[in-house]
């Protein structure tokens, strides 16, 4: 089973700033690696598959790079509506997908 | 509008049943695998068990293979997942969610998500 960490569990950061996640592999997942969104009491939206293609009606202030087992979500410039939780997902070695244990991005 | 809409949830005794389901609407269902990913209280997102869009394949997380059921009707665009003898690690909300890509076996990002049912196991 693939094991996907994130890091930092928290970021802490104000509107306008730049946010960078990441997400490490345990094992090479390709460019299979996914970005999700949660909102507080919502579900899951996709953000980023394919480590670096935008969903339909993503904004172009997210973006995803890497490949292999490293991988970066950077949003440019924090909007309100962006503090949220985030998780990268592997689909490259199935079953089972798996999730990494997710980035919470908080206001400072 | 692509919507997934789940119900079934509740309160339900350790070592008892539920099922859950999950009616799509706004797409051609049946060409779409579609997943089951739950989430316990406060905690992350975990990956629970997905069918094909035929109803042929079907995958489980090792934490409920031989106690969950994953099923389809393409007639009813509804998908649904049949649990039995629960325990509290069951305990969370149920989403289903559709594949991004047509006639995959459900190894692709999920790009429509229901609003989640909750499944609470309790005495």
């Known amino acids: 089973e693939v094991v996907l960490t ?11 700033e730049r946010a960078t996640l990441s997400c490490r592999a345990s094992q090479s997942v390709g460019i299979y690696l996914v970005w999700y969104q949660q909102k507080p009491g919502q579900a899951p939206r996709l953000l980023i598959y394919d480590a670096s ?9 997210f973006s995803g790079s890497g490949s292999g087992k490293d991988f970066t979500l950077t949003i440019s410039s924090l909007e309100p509506e ?5 998780y990268c997902q592997q689909r490259s ?3 089972p997908l798996t999730f990494g244990g997710g980035t919470k991005v908080e206001i400072k | 509008e692509v919507q997934l809409l789940e119900s079934g949830g509740g309160l339900v005794q350790p070592g008892g049943s ?5 009616a799509a609407s706004g797409i051609t269902f049946s ?3 579609m997943t089951w990913v739950r ?21 489980y997380a090792d934490s409920v293979k031989g106690r969950f059921t994953i099923s389809r009707d393409n007639s009813k665009n509804t998908v649904y997942l049949e649990m039995n003898s629960l325990t ?13 890509i047509s006639g995959t076996y459900g190894d692709d990002a999920l790009d429509i998500w229901g609003q989640g049912t909750m499944v609470t196991v309790s005495s």
Not at chain 1, 82 to 86: E, L, N, R, S
Not at chain 2, 46 to 58: A, K, N, Q
Not at chain 2, 88 to 100: M, N, P, S
Request: proline fraction near 7%; hydrophobic fraction near 35%.
């Open chain 1, 6 to 16: 994130q890091s930092p569990a928290t970021l802490s950061l104000s509107p306008g």
């Open chain 1, 53 to 61: 293609k935008r969903a339909t009606g993503i904004p172009a202030r």
């Open chain 1, 82 to 86: 962006d503090f949220a939780v985030y």
């Open chain 1, 93 to 95: 070695n199935w079953p």
């Open chain 2, 18 to 22: 539920l099922r859950l389901s999950c």
């Open chain 2, 31 to 33: 060409v779409y695998a």
């Open chain 2, 39 to 59: 989430q316990a209280p406060g905690k992350g997102l975990e990956w629970v068990s997905v069918i094909s869009g035929s109803g042929g394949s079907t995958y």
């Open chain 2, 88 to 100: 509290a690690e069951d305990t969370a909300v149920y989403y289903c969610a559709k594949g991004q």
